[in-house]
């Protein structure tokens, strides 16, 4: 059989420890033996970010910018420790951050569903795929103690410094906390331009949940900028089958537990950040968790959503045994196949992508699987593979399917 040929670059972005080791594996076992591909590769390894003062981060969101898509191991985001550890010259930012910012993008998170490892909540049936507003707010406040009678005032005054509103917060008759806050009409409208798009992309409906009963100005304002785009897109919606519906925030809660899923959750920050773990550790395992970083121009980054695996990368480095979930990883390879596929018309790259996760679901639900899985899955007989061996028996189940 002659290799698929993937008519643009992708742009791969390297990463740390555990999951370096097996990035090096997936694209031995599934990429180059399959595929005519040019990979434009980054090396993010905290060493070589090091090297290039962190140039090497910013190339690679250039490129991802150039290309359309994207494909990133997990990185290290160096803290004191870490600085020790390889001698960095200093605690770098988060690649994440980095490439974030120069996209301008959004971070989608969704799970895998697999047919043996049920959902903790019973009437999970599909993904719930999160979008998280990732600025501002409470992450961006600004905060006081006061610590006696008192009175604190929200103050705006204009570009040419006069006075244009004044409210007052509190009157305080003893001690108490104030804090301010912001948004920019800006960030909302990418980040909402950002899950319309991957809404679409996915043809999942978009539930979009605030407060708006109580805050009548700033997330009413969210939910005015998400109806505006929703009427923009009225017609792309509809030819994709989807629809865009709000929800007040509680609500939105009381029906997710009760919903089979199969929809994007449009969150405002600290909604996304709380919400986002109660949906993953919902359906298991962080080596089940894919995300992927859409950009409101429709540039796409994909990724696992777990970090470098340090302490199996200790036992790999004490040549033990590891147990390592390569899935989520996989996966990051797959959604960016497909949608490199889908972008230049290429079919065939889709249909490998597809092909390859089947290959992983099946294997897993003929209960062949790494041991985070074990304790989860309802398979009814059950074999543990080291991080290898379960690829290896991936690239068996995919060689007997491509046949
Ligand atoms: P982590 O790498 O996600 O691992 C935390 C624990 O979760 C592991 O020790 C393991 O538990 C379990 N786990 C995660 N992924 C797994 C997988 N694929 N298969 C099996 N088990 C898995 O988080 P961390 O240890 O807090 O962070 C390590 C490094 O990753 C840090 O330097 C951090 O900066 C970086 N990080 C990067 C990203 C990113 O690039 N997107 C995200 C998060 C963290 P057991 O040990 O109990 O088996
Ligand atoms: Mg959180």
Redesign the pocket.
Same mark, same amino acid.
């Given at each position: 059989m002659g290799k698929i040929k993937v008519k643009t670059p992708l742009v791969e972005l390297d #990463? +740390? *420890?555990?999951?370096r080791i097996i990035w090096k594996e997936i694209k031995d076992r599934f990429i180059y033996p399959y595929l005519d591909i040019t990979l434009e590769y980054y090396d993010l390894g905290v060493v070589y970010r090091d090297q290039t003062d962190d140039q090497v981060t910013t190339d690679s969101a250039n490129a991802i910018k150039k290309h359309g898509v994207g494909v990133?191991? /997990?990185?290290?985001? $160096?803290?004191a420790e870490?600085v020790k550890e390889y001698n960095l010259k200093q605690e770098w930012k988060? $690649?994440?951050g980095t490439i974030r910012s120069i996209l301008d993008g959004t971070v989608f998170r969704k799970p895998i569903i697999i047919k043996n490892i049920p959902a903790a909540v019973n009437s999970w049936k599909k993904p719930i795929a999160i979008g998280r507003h990732a600025y501002g707010d409470i992450y961006k406040n600004v905060e006081m103690l006061i610590d006696g009678p008192g009175k604190v005032e929200l103050v705006y005054t204009d570009a040419s410094g006069k006075e244009k509103q004044r409210l007052l917060v509190n009157e305080y008759k003893g001690g108490g906390v104030a804090m301010g806050m912001h948004n920019v009409d800006k960030s909302i409208e990418s980040f909402a331009q950002a899950c319309f798009n991957y809404a679409l992309s996915e043809k999942i409906s978009i539930w979009f949940a605030t407060k708006d009963t109580i805050s009548k100005k700033y997330h009413a304002r969210f939910r005015e900028i998400f109806d505006e785009m929703a009427k923009k897109k009225e017609a792309e919606l509809k030819a994709a089958g989807i629809s865009y519906n709000y929800f007040l925030i509680d609500d939105a809660v009381a029906q997710i537990v009760k919903n089979e899923g199969g929809m994007l959750w449009a969150l405002m920050n600290y909604d996304g950040d709380v919400m986002s773990d109660m949906v993953a550790s919902g359906f298991g395992?962080? #080596?089940l968790m894919t995300?992927v970083l859409v950009s409101p121009d429709g540039k796409y980054e994909y *990724? /696992? /959503?777990? #970090?470098?695996?340090?302490?199996?990368y200790r036992k790999y480095q004490n040549g033990e045994t590891t147990?390592?979930?390569?899935?989520?990883?996989i996966f990051a390879w797959t959604g960016a196949l497909a949608k490199r596929g889908e972008l230049d018309g290429t079919p065939d790259v889709v249909n490998f992508a597809v092909k390859l996760e089947e290959a992983i679901i099946e294997t897993i639900e003929g209960g062949e699987m790494?041991? +985070?899985l074990l304790s989860l899955s309802t398979a009814s007989t059950k074999k543990e593979l080291d991080t290898f061996q379960f690829m290896e028996a991936v690239q068996k189940k995919l060689d007997s399917k491509l046949k």
């Open positions: #990463g +740390d *420890e555990m999951t990133k191991c /997990a990185t290290i985001t $160096p803290n870490r988060s $690649p994440n395992s962080l #080596g995300s *990724e /696992a /959503a777990h #970090g470098t695996v340090t302490r199996h147990s390592t979930n390569s899935v989520a990883s790494t041991k +985070d």
